[in-house]
Nanobody, 124 residues
Framework: QVQLVESGGGLVQAGGSLRLSCAASGRTFSSYAMGWFRQAPGAEREFVTAISRGGGITDYADSVKGRFTISRDNAKNTVYLQMDSLKPEDTAVYYC?????????????????WGQGTQVTVSS
């Protein structure tokens, strides 16, 4: 089992950057694939990116490809989301999630554990 805590959100101007972190508890972090999702007001939760348990495979939504980078440090039980060239439409609550499958998935239902979320607001 894992508990997930996101950090790093905040206010940033369009074109700026933020780095989100997701810290996981437990000894089995390296067995889980990890994903990032986001939810804007009035919208459904959407897939952003995911990374396999070993970090060798990544997947990105078209809306963030080329701007966002997911990475993980299994020794630190942490997954990161580097967000560059931010746009106002990136404004949302960002959630990290873990799946026991160990492989990247896009469906929220495929994830077993979720963090509480961190707010990202991009001003125009």
């Amino acid at each position: 089992q894992v508990q997930l805590v996101e950090s790093g959100g905040g206010l940033v101007q369009a074109g700026g950057s933020l780095r989100l972190s997701c810290a996981a508890s437990g000894r089995t972090f390296s067995s889980y694939a990890m994903g990032w999702f986001r939810q804007a007001p009035g919208a459904e939760r959407e897939f952003v990116t995911a990374i396999s348990r070993g970090g060798g495979i990544t997947d990105y939504a078209d809306s963030v490809k080329g701007r966002f980078t997911i990475s993980r440090d299994n020794a630190k039980n942490t997954v990161y989301l580097q967000m560059d060239s931010l746009k106002p439409e990136d404004t949302a609550v960002y959630y990290c999630a873990a799946t026991r499958t160990g492989i990247t998935q896009r469906a929220p239902g495929g994830y077993n554990f979720w963090g509480q979320g961190t707010q990202v607001t991009v001003s125009s």
